[in-house]
């Protein structure tokens, strides 16, 4: 069974920084792209970023110079690292599975970790 | 690429046939996902490749369409269907872009 776990959420002061971590479990994790996807309270889905099995990484334009993601293998983990946070980065963060590098749809999601850059 | 979904929100009886529609800016082919979501819940495929149900997706879900106008068909809605819909296009990418979310309500 495909699992994927959300963690390192929480409140943070604008210009602070947080590290998400995705634990995946129930595929062969090297072999699939895994993105993350946010939703701002009450509203809809934005794609925020994605890492290849390889390491290639893609960034929305919104996040870019803000945010890193990575990948550790040999942990069936990805980090994405938020930097200089602003109150519009508040959303759930979700990680999902990529289906494959030529189909790139959602095919499997974590439950979300909640992020809410306030003073 | 921009997905426009509408109606914004689509108020249907148990029973009775739903219809949402999503609309690219340019054509993505056949590449258009559907997910559900229902309050407090994580995202879920239904449908991809435009028209290809995910596993365990039941036969009332049906999306057609492909270029820029797509559907997705829910007949003979049931409780449990009520909830938001959204589209995704992985034509071109990055970026992912996703629409902006068609409620099913209960009418």
């Known amino acids: 069974e495909v699992q994927l776990l959300e963690s390192g959420g929480g409140l943070v002061h604008p210009g602070g920084s947080l590290r998400l971590s995705c634990v995946a479990s129930?595929?062969?994790?090297?072999?699939?792209?895994i993105s993350w996807i946010r939703q701002a309270p009450g509203k809809g889905l934005q794609w925020v970023s994605a890492i290849t099995g390889s390491g290639a990484t893609y960034f929305a334009d919104s996040v870019k110079g803000r945010f890193t993601i990575s990948r550790d293998n040999s942990k069936n983990t990805v980090h994405l690292q938020l930097n200089s946070l602003r109150a519009e980065d508040t959303a759930g963060y979700y990680c999902?599975?990529?289906?494959?590098?030529?189909?790139?749809?959602?095919?499997?999601w974590g439950q979300g970790t909640l992020v809410t850059v306030s003073s | 690429i921009v997905m426009t979904q509408s109606p914004a929100t689509l108020s249907v009886s148990p029973g009775e046939r739903a219809t949402l529609s999503c609309r690219a800016s340019q054509s993505v082919g056949s590449n258009l996902a559907w997910y559900q979501q229902k309050p407090g819940q994580a995202p879920r495929l239904l449908i991809y490749d435009a028209s290809t149900r995910a596993t365990g997706i039941p036969t009332r879900f049906r999306g057609s369409g492909s270029g820029t106008d797509f559907t997705l068909t829910i007949s003979s809605l049931r409780s449990e269907d009520f909830a938001v819909y959204y589209c995704h296009q992985y034509n071109k990418w990055p970026p992912d872009t996703l629409g902006q979310g068609t409620k099913l309500e209960i009418k």
């Open positions: 999902a599975k990529v289906r494959s590098s030529k189909l790139h749809y959602f095919d499997y």
């Open positions: 129930g595929f062969t994790f090297n072999e699939y792209a």
